[in-house]
């Protein structure tokens, strides 16, 4: 072994003026950043009790909702997307647009797989639509929104069901049901136009809200048109 | 022709101008202006310099279309570089058809948008589907018996026949018309797209002819048709009467009286399927009892 250093030490020579043995102390900071204690805490949810981690979803959910409401410029529907609240919206309006009547199986309402898929459907052409024309928003972001502002449709499909319950149907309650559907589907274009119309080029703008205001259009149709069975 | 400045500042702006206006002229030719060897020099200079932002710009805006693979996103983006004047203007292009205005050449002028021709046939979907049941709740008004029903299932026919038509038309159309510019019959074709373009932007016409075919008169609804086949198939014939003309004159009249045909049988097929007229109006006691009787005599 002896001769295999002294063979080798000529050729490594220089060497061992830049390696780092012992002897020389190591300068720097090694320590662990502040922040990645951040990333310890979020490990550390796995240890909080099911009841908080679903409470701050719902939280961040019921958020958004606020937002929607009162639809201002704020980038909380942009930043932090989720996809819980559009899925919730469109499954409590699919089951409320159920039970409509029938008389023959082919002649009723919209089907749940078929308000489902025109919601998830529509939303996906209407995002695909407004990147293809320019638009810099997000894939994800889009979606969000879009589900998110069906939130006054889902609103005024509540209402209308009550309306029918305490009214039977007549011109009366069909009035009704039409103003309080026009008025919902006006603000869900409008509310989602405020957070979708910055990420538009100028020119293109009534391009991109068009497909939008078809969108809510239909679904408002296909609530207005809800018969229950007799 | 002052100076040398001001000489080589109008050929800018004359070869700035040409360049604009078509993007893909090639701008080899300075000898357009006379003018002494340096001046011609510095022209030299500033239209090379043209010509490699002409080339840059071509490489980005798509001289061609096919710039980037099919399977890029930037591929599909091309196919919808549409402002919002843009898609109007064609709108109202195809809605006003004058005898001088090929469609393709006057508004398309080689941009071809697939936005027009998709969000025409949704629309359309749904008010036909719409319309269509707003005119048999109109229809059956005096009947008691009528029970309303908001009969979703058209939405899904109305769907798989307008795209079947605004896509398997366009390319048989077009796949016809190559062929024969192929083999040498024709002069010059239009592109596949060009094609689903002008079909797709004739069918906004029957947007509103549907809506007005909820009212249920008979004569009101076969007007609407009359009129709307003949600016809607007026667009077409005069889209393609050019091309075809120079073929064979049965071969010439047989694609024009195909497209009119096949376009009069999607109108008509629509009105029929989708909307009922007040046809029970006049007699609607005796068929009941009819339908009794005969349900007694075979029961």
Redesign the interface.
């Known amino acids: 072994m002896a001769e295999v250093d002294e063979a080798n030490k000529p050729l490594f020579a220089g060497l061992s003026d830049v390696s780092i043995s012992e002897d020389i102390p190591v300068e720097g900071d090694i320590a662990v950043p502040v922040t990645s204690r951040g990333a310890d805490d979020e490990f550390s949810t796995l240890d909080e009790p099911v009841k908080d981690t679903i409470l701050r979803d719902l939280k961040a959910v019921g958020n958004k909702f606020v937002h929607v409401m009162y639809p201002k410029k704020s980038s909380a529907l942009l930043r932090d997307w989720d996809l819980w609240g559009p899925l919730l919206l469109c499954v409590t309006l699919a089951l409320l647009l159920q039970g409509?009547?029938?008389?023959s199986k082919?002649?009723?309402?919209?089907?749940f797989a078929?308000v489902f898929v025109i919601i998830w459907f529509g939303s996906v052409i209407i995002t695909l639509?407004s990147?293809?024309?320019?638009g810099t928003i997000s894939f994800f972001q889009s979606l969000c929104v879009l589900g998110y502002c069906i939130l006054p449709l889902t609103v005024a499909m509540l209402v209308c069901r009550l309306v029918l319950l305490l009214v039977s149907s007549g011109t009366a309650s069909f009035v009704v049901r039409l103003i309080i559907v026009t008025a919902s589907f006006g603000w869900a274009t409008f509310a989602s136009t405020a957070f979708l119309a910055d990420s538009q080029p100028v020119?293109?703008?009534?391009?991109v809200v068009?497909?939008v205001f078809?969108f809510y259009?239909?679904i408002g149709?296909?609530i207005l048109?809800?018969?229950p069975s007799? | 022709m002052a100076s040398p400045d001001d000489l080589k500042f109008t050929e800018f702006d004359e070869a700035a101008d040409l360049l604009s206006a078509d993007p893909g002229a090639s701008t080899l030719s300075v000898s357009a202006a006379g003018g002494t060897t340096a001046a011609a020099q510095d022209i030299k200079v500033d239209l090379s310099e043209d010509e490699e932002n002409q080339e840059e710009n071509a490489g980005l805006l798509g001289g061609e279309k096919q710039t980037s693979g099919f399977w890029t996103f930037e591929y599909y983006q091309s196919f919808f570089d549409v402002d919002t004047m843009q898609v109007l203007d064609r709108i109202k292009g195809s809605m006003m058809p004058l005898p001088g205005r090929n469609f393709i050449r006057h508004h398309i002028r080689n941009n071809p948008d697939l936005y027009g021709p998709f969000w025409i046939c949704v629309t359309l979907v749904f008010s036909v589907a719409i319309s269509g049941n707003l005119s048999s709740f109109l229809s059956q008004q005096g009947d008691p018996r009528y029970h309303y029903r908001p009969q979703f299932h058209k939405v899904t026919i109305a769907a798989v026949v307008v795209f079947l038509y605004a896509w398997l038309v366009p390319l048989g159309v077009w796949g016809f018309l190559t062929w024969r510019k192929g083999s040498e019959h024709q002069t010059s074709g239009y592109s596949f797209l060009e094609t689903v373009c002008v079909y797709g932007y004739s069918l906004f016409v029957f947007i509103p002819t549907s809506v007005l075919w909820s009212i249920p008169f008979q004569w009101v609804q076969w007007t609407l048709i009359l009129i709307a086949m003949v600016i809607s198939g007026s667009v077409l014939v005069l889209t393609f009467w050019p091309v075809v003309r120079d073929d064979t004159k049965m071969t010439a009249f047989a694609i024009v009286a195909s497209i009119v045909v096949l376009h009069t049988l999607l109108a008509i097929g629509c009105k029929l399927y989708f909307f009922e007229t007040a046809a029970l109006d006049v007699k609607p006691t005796p068929t009941p009892t009819l339908n009794a009787s005969v349900a007694k005599v075979t029961g």
């Open positions: 409509g009547s029938a008389d082919e002649d009723g309402g919209p089907q078929e639509n990147k293809l024309l320019g020119n293109r703008k009534a391009l068009y497909p078809l259009f239909v149709w296909m048109t809800f018969s007799p």
